[in-house]
């Protein structure tokens, strides 16, 4: 098939969705597909390995960027005449659609908890620009097929929108668990000696380009509760570094938070901590779940986020409510930290293993499965 993937940037210096593109459009390759990128930016080195077809966008708003990205991005590939086209961001003219970015109408409730303020974001402009794009992408009109990584986001689909169960699919996310695997131990010692902590100092790890969705003034405040007071916490990702310095001054444990900002070698710092902590407001699938499990890290997440779906409470992690439950989110840290030798080694063992489950292939072939689905449809064949 000739496969058009579109995103807004494909990129191996960003984490998530940004990478994903990346693998996927590897994957399909090597699947035998011809696929073109479709975005506003790619990496140069990339260029040399896939098709890239620019899409010109109106940077004037932020309303005018997300408006003038989906309608020029329909326009583009509606021209090019693909067998299928793939979105992994929100535009017009999609055969099938990966829900990758969090669903706008949903965060927007979540996030904005006092009535009034909610309500007061339905005038915003750039909200409005996006809810507009997603009624249009859920509706009867969209695309034929709906890919979702969790049971969640099925879920917020139904309630919503009133997607059928018919447009739906679901296919988890990838992990690459030949570059993320637990070592040799070295990593353990190594990342402490760089950050000048103890050597069985308690670390704990958190990784995001969006500390507030992630839910990171959450975890500081269940640091300053932590029954393990000499617990560090690491931070990698480029977030709003200086604000949330602020936020750990004001809880009292800036001087066991290190900010390290975009990392490329990120599966050392998963290698090194004791417990991977991601209490996000809400998200589809956050792919650093599976890549400290595939590192033998035990997670702590939400239950509003759709990497709920692979933990198993005190198998390879565990649960807590939401971002808010603050005495949850503690308790369970707690209980992760003091656990012994033998308890941590078959826990590490459990997350490794429930991330082989997940790799990039399985991804890629059933991807590629619901791709066909929609080409027969669409074709009739």
Request: glycine share 6%; net charge positive.
């Amino acid at each position: 098939m000739r496969i058009a993937v579109v995103r807004r940037e494909c990129s191996l210096k960003k984490a998530g969705a940004e990478r994903y593109c990346v693998n996927l459009f590897r994957q399909l390759q090597k699947l035998g597909h011809d696929v073109t990128v479709v975005g506003e930016a790619i990496d140069e080195e990339l260029r040399k390995e896939v098709a890239f077809l620019p899409v010109t966008v109106n940077r004037l708003t932020s309303w005018t960027k997300n408006q003038s990205f989906a309608e020029n991005c329909a326009t583009l590939v509606r021209q090019h005449g693909f067998d299928v086209v793939h979105g992994l961001s929100r535009v017009d003219g999609l055969d099938t659609y990966r829900l990758t970015d969090p669903l706008q109408t949903h965060w927007v409730n979540v996030y904005y908890r006092q009535p009034w303020n909610r309500w007061l974001q339905t005038w915003n402009p750039r909200h409005r620009a996006i809810f507009a794009i997603e009624k249009r992408l859920f509706g009867n009109t969209g695309p034929r097929r709906i890919i979702v990584q969790s049971q969640l986001d099925a879920r917020l689909l139904r309630e919503y929108f009133g997607v059928p169960e018919e447009r739906i699919r679901r296919v988890c996310n990838g992990v690459d668990t030949t570059l993320f695997h637990p070592g040799d131990g070295t990593d353990r010692h190594t990342v402490r000696e760089e950050l000048g902590l103890a050597a069985e100092q308690p670390l704990l790890v958190f990784a995001s380009m969006d500390f507030r969705r992630k839910g990171l003034g959450s975890l500081f405040a269940a640091m300053r509760q932590l029954r393990c007071r000499d617990a560090a916490l690491v931070i990698l990702g480029n977030g709003d570094i200086r604000r949330y310095q602020q936020i750990a001054k004001q809880q009292g444990v800036e001087k066991r938070v290190h900010f390290l900002g975009r990392q490329s070698g990120m599966a050392k710092f998963y290698r090194a901590g004791d417990v991977f902590v991601l209490p996000t407001i809400y998200e589809p699938f956050p792919n650093v779940n599976l890549e400290a499990m595939a590192c033998g890290t035990p997670v702590v997440t939400t239950a509003t986020a759709g990497g709920a779906d692979i933990v198993q409470d005190g198998v390879n992690g565990y649960v807590v409510p939401d971002a808010w439950s603050i005495p949850d989110l503690t308790a369970r840290i707690d209980t992760l930290l003091a656990l012994s030798f033998t308890q941590r080694q078959t826990m590490s063992a459990a997350c490794r293993a429930t991330a082989l489950q997940f790799p990039v292939e399985r991804n890629a072939r059933e991807t590629v499965a619901v791709l066909e689905e929609a080409w027969r449809e669409k074709f009739r064949v």
